[in-house]
């Protein structure tokens, strides 16, 4: 069973830095997870944000490109969101989410691609 812890949120003034971080584990696939970050502002659909594939290719949200930063480290299974010039708008539930398969996925920021989901961390963005 793949768990997701995600850590790392927080609050922060309009302009400033998080990293948020998820811990992956138990994927038994040979092949590496693709993993994307998901975001829920209250009242409003879950959107997907950033996206990187087991080969490490991204995908970014227009909303969020040129500020936000997808990566992992695959010796310590974990996925990293670095956000910077964080905006008011930015302010939501982040979820990161994983994918398994015994072959090669490609990138993708739709929910329904994804089995595997963390329980959430907070960021929250005043101006």
């Known amino acids: 069973q793949v768990q997701l812890v995600e850590s790392g949120g927080g609050s922060v003034q309009a302009g400033g830095s998080l990293r948020l971080s998820c811990a992956v584990s138990g994927y038994r696939y040979y092949t590496r997870p693709r993993m994307s970050w998901f975001r829920q502002a209250p009242g409003k659909e879950r959107e997907g944000v950033a996206a990187?594939?087991?080969?490490?290719?991204?995908l970014y949200a227009d909303s969020v490109k040129g500020r936000f930063t997808i990566s992992k480290d695959n010796a310590k299974n974990t996925l990293y969101l670095q956000m910077n010039s964080l905006k008011p708008e930015d302010t939501a539930m982040y979820y990161c989410a994983a994918e398994t398969a015994p072959y090669e996925l490609g990138a993708s920021l739709y929910s329904v691609d994804f089995d595997y989901w963390g329980q959430g961390t907070q960021v929250t963005v005043s101006s």
């Open positions: 990187i594939d087991s080969r490490g290719n991204t």
